[in-house]
T-cell receptor, first 113, second 114 residues
């Protein structure tokens, strides 16, 4: 079956620090990969996505590259802001969505001023 | 207006009560899903549906049932709520776009069973 493993939090950084949140996966077939963000008290928002090897998804200064050889999709941002404080979920989907998204457990990111 | 709408947004209910969470979408997608989110466990799939006549169990379907009343509506029921069903529940839809599958989520329903 499919599974997603991401680093556990909370991750606490100072403003303007460099961020990496690791994500690795196992999947049957060729997955599409996603990062979702959940701000306090809100639902899930798609942050970025990638559909094939070496694709780079990017949005709001965040980036993640689909690495098939290492089955990874690490999230990075060069300079984080307090407003980036949220829970981040790595996820994948295979088979045209037949089984829905498989999520990691989430990483709580806390950015301190 | 949101593309995927969940009602209610918050609900407190007593153990043993029946409760229904509703989801409607305006995206015209055939596939709909119900997930629950628990701290430290991420999101886990409860049920999913590919069309009005299709219902499938997910990873954690015990204690839940669903109804796909129309393409746009997918409701989740707890026949007899118990405290460990206290969680944040999300409805989602998905669509294939070429080689890409994309999912869209509702804002979530926070359910507390006391």
């Amino acid at each position: 079956g499919n599974s997603v493993t991401q680093m556990e939090g909370p991750v606490t950084l100072s403003e303007e620090a460099f961020l990496t949140i690791n994500c690795t996966y196992t999947a049957t077939g060729y997955p599409s990969l996603f990062w979702y963000v959940q701000y306090p008290g809100e639902g899930l928002q798609l942050l970025l996505k990638a559909t094939k090897a070496d694709d780079k998804g990017s949005n709001k200064g965040f980036e993640a590259t689909y690495r098939k050889e290492t089955t990874s999709f690490h999230l990075e941002k060069g300079s984080v802001q307090v407003s980036d404080s949220a829970v981040y979920f790595c996820a994948l989907i295979t088979g045209g969505g037949a089984d829905g998204l498989t999520f990691g457990k989430g990483t709580h990111l806390i950015i301190q001023p | 207006d949101a593309d995927v709408t969940q009602t209610p947004r918050n609900r407190i209910t007593k153990t043993g009560k029946r409760i229904m969470l509703e989801c409607s979408q305006t995206k015209g997608h055939d596939r709909m899903y119900w997930y629950r989110q628990d701290p430290g466990l991420g999101l886990r799939l409860i049920y999913y549906s590919f069309d009005v006549k299709d219902i499938n169990k997910g990873e954690i379907s015990d204690g839940y049932s669903v109804s796909r009343q129309a393409q746009a509506k997918f409701s989740l029921s707890l026949e007899s709520a118990i405290p460990n069903q206290t969680a944040l529940y999300f409805c989602a839809t998905s669509v294939n776009r070429g080689s890409m599958t994309e999912a869209f989520f509702g804002q979530g329903t926070r359910l507390t069973v006391v």
